[in-house]
């Protein structure tokens, strides 16, 4: 399958007529790998996110066709939820002159071919957590909005059960003039309410499967996320870092583009 830039290319020197392109085009939205994946190649530049591969319930074998695919088609992928014999057998996987970054505590792999460069966009973004068990999701919203050129600020373990600990690092982001505030919280999700009560950016609720007893696995967290009375707060589902980090960067991509000089 040709390129978008190959598609351009060919129709700028007369080869294809703008009819063609467009068929070409439209035919390039979606790839079927062997009866196993339909692939998303133009994502990220119809809507300013690529399309991350979930490792998890893939077998190893598939995991790797599709990375390799998607790699060589647009110079990175981003994979999620990856075990320890999924991460290995990516990096056994790759040619010489990739580039294999992975995010331990997330589970998530950037694997780039030598040379893909991420444009920093001007956007800024930041992350709290309540606690230290919520920091794993966090760090996917964090590589998420930077691999979508956004500058990410975190700060960690500031739950409301030691409420002076959140004051500095809410300032800290005050001062550095974010666009958006991602907040993750387990438990009762507090959090975020507070947070919301106290910045005029949005804040987006991830809670979290740090949860037990009634409403155990983040039911309770999400229920009581969804019922916060500050406004300017939005809330993903349970554990979804990635789906945040994904509204973020849109959020603070876009501010960016009509920042003021």
Same mark, same amino acid.
């Given at each position: ?58 077998? @190893?074998? +598939?995991?790797?066709? *599709?990375?390799?695919?998607?790699? #060589? =088609?647009?110079?990175?992928?981003? %994979? ?60 996917e919203a964090k590589v998420i909005a930077e691999e979508m050129g956004c500058e990410v600020y975190t700060s960690y373990d500031l739950g409301v059960a030691g ?11 005050? @001062?550095? +003039?974010?666009?958006? *505030?991602?907040?993750?919280?387990? #438990? =009762?999700?507090?959090?975020?309410? %507070? ?30 996320m969804l019922q916060s009375c500050s406004l300017g707060l939005a809330v993903v589902n349970i554990d979804a870092g990635v789906a945040a980090g994904a509204a ?14």
């Amino acid at each position: 399958m040709s390129t978008l830039k190959d598609i351009l290319e060919k129709t700028v020197k007369g080869e294809l007529t703008t009819g063609e392109a467009e068929k070409l085009i439209r035919l390039q939205a979606v790839a079927e790998l062997e009866g196993v994946a339909r692939i998303d190649f133009n994502r990220e530049q119809r809507k300013g996110i690529p399309e991350v591969i979930l490792a998890e319930n893939k077998s @190893v074998s +598939d995991l790797v066709e *599709i990375t390799m695919r998607m790699m #060589r =088609e647009c110079g990175r992928v981003i %994979v999620s939820r990856c075990s320890q014999e999924q991460l290995q057998s990516l990096k056994e996987a790759l040619p010489q002159d990739a580039v294999f970054q992975v995010n331990e505590k997330a589970k998530m792999a950037v694997v780039k071919i030598g040379g893909f460069n991420v444009k920093f966009t001007g956007g800024k973004i930041g992350v709290l957590t309540a606690g230290t068990s919520d920091i794993p999701v966090a760090e996917e919203a964090k590589v998420i909005a930077e691999e979508m050129g956004c500058e990410v600020y975190t700060s960690y373990d500031l739950g409301v059960a030691g409420i002076h600990r959140l004051l500095a690092p809410l300032k800290d982001l005050i @001062v550095k +003039d974010v666009d958006v *505030i991602i907040v993750v919280a387990g #438990r =009762e999700g507090a959090l975020c309410s %507070v947070v919301a009560g106290m910045v005029n950016v949005p804040v987006i609720a991830v809670p979290t499967s740090n949860s037990y007893g009634f409403g155990e696995k983040g039911v309770s967290t999400l229920m009581a996320m969804l019922q916060s009375c500050s406004l300017g707060l939005a809330v993903v589902n349970i554990d979804a870092g990635v789906a945040a980090g994904a509204a973020a960067t849109l959020i603070a991509n876009r501010a960016a583009k009509f920042r003021k000089p």
